[in-house]
């Protein structure tokens, strides 16, 4: 299968090529040249098989590796996760239920994508007899879901930049405590924006990137769609798809992991909608509801990962409702950047409304659904979690369909925000309740883009 660019003018690339450029050459991001689709004998073939054989046949067809080569890449990638099922799914009311994604090492449905795309680099890698740099900038949750994939890994350097004193004690000793030399935590003097603006410049500084082999694995990445394609079977079927149809609701940022169920959609899963749940920085539902795509800052929240200006992934949507005019889309992204915003065409905004819906849950809300959710069933939902709830149930009506929210964070990974909701403080599940036990090992430095290069380059020695 080859890969296109949403603007139209990068050249095609194949699985590996799209995975390790990140970014297409003319801004754009990679898509499938065309959706394989599966029939409803494939689909229901599928249920009740472990996660992984699932996973392997879902994603075999956009990889092109052979099978008995991608096996053992799913095997390891879920091999350290905290649950059997790996995105099992529990009821919160008569046609509601939450899958949830967080048992993975870093506790965030991040990990599901990263801890694959560490083991598809390492693979690539060690054929191709190269070594490569991966270089990050983190305000918490990407960052350490990327040191835990990558950590041990061989022909892979990891250094990832976070704001020093600004993320969370769980974010940081997540990136600070495995002990793998191949993997760097870099303490910066500075704010998130600093982290960003350094590893733009590294990226731009052409001689270092050739020289380390730099390499990025942002939320843009085609692989880590692919990877969040897999539990929308996986629920789905548990839920009697593809006889019985699906909707699902998704606490959306970046807009990938709802991309992956339309990918999932478009595959031959019945589902019937994908509502998009966004905080108050809601960019996306009022473009679905008001038809204009309007930048209009980022203002902070409880549900931090989702605090978001610009929604990335959401170029693969309007690809999509365009009808794969790269020329259109590419129009589109320049009016997005030198104008703040843009119209969609009547026939784009009709693609998108026919698929998607969506909600918006304030800051007060998120606390009451969180507040509300424990009493009623006694889950503990975290703040990104909540918003997803609150716009499912406002979604609810009275369709039997059943409606799927996606859980993407455990609620141990935002005790404030859960305590200040529910009285109680959530604990870190066994397996990692010596979190704050284990040694750290970071690097301080300052905010000073030669010193941060200088500095990978000894520790590639
Ligand atoms: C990244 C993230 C999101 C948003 O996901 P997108 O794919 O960016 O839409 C939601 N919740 C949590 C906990 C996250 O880490």
Redesign the pocket.
Known sequence: MQYVSTRGQAPELDFEGAMLAGLARDGGLYVPDHIPTLDQDAIAAMAGRPYEEIALRIMQPFTGLAEDRLKPLIDAAYAGFGHDARAPLVQLGPNHHLLELFHGPTL???DFAMQLIGQLFQDAMRRRGERITIVGATSG??GSAAMEAFRGLDNVECFILYPHGRVSDVQRRQMTTPSEANVHALAVDGDFDDCQAAVKAMFNDHAFRDRVGLTAVN?INWARVLAQVVYFFSSALSLGAPARPVRFT?????????FAGYIARQMGLPIERLVIATNRNDILHRTLATGEHRKDGVSPTI?P??D?QV?S?FERALFMAYGRDGAAVSQLMDELRDAGGFPVSQGALEALREIYGSGRCSEDETAATIRAMHARTGEVL?P??AVGVKVAEEHLGDSRTPMITLA??HPA?FPDAVEAATGGRPALPDRMADLFDRDERLTRIDNDVAAIEALIEDRLK
Not at 251 to 257: I, K, L, V, Y
């Open positions: 965030a449905f991040k949750d990407t939320s998704v606490p959306t940022g970046n807009f990938g992991d709802i549900s990962s989702m978001i929604s992934n975290c990104h979690t993407t964070a990974k």
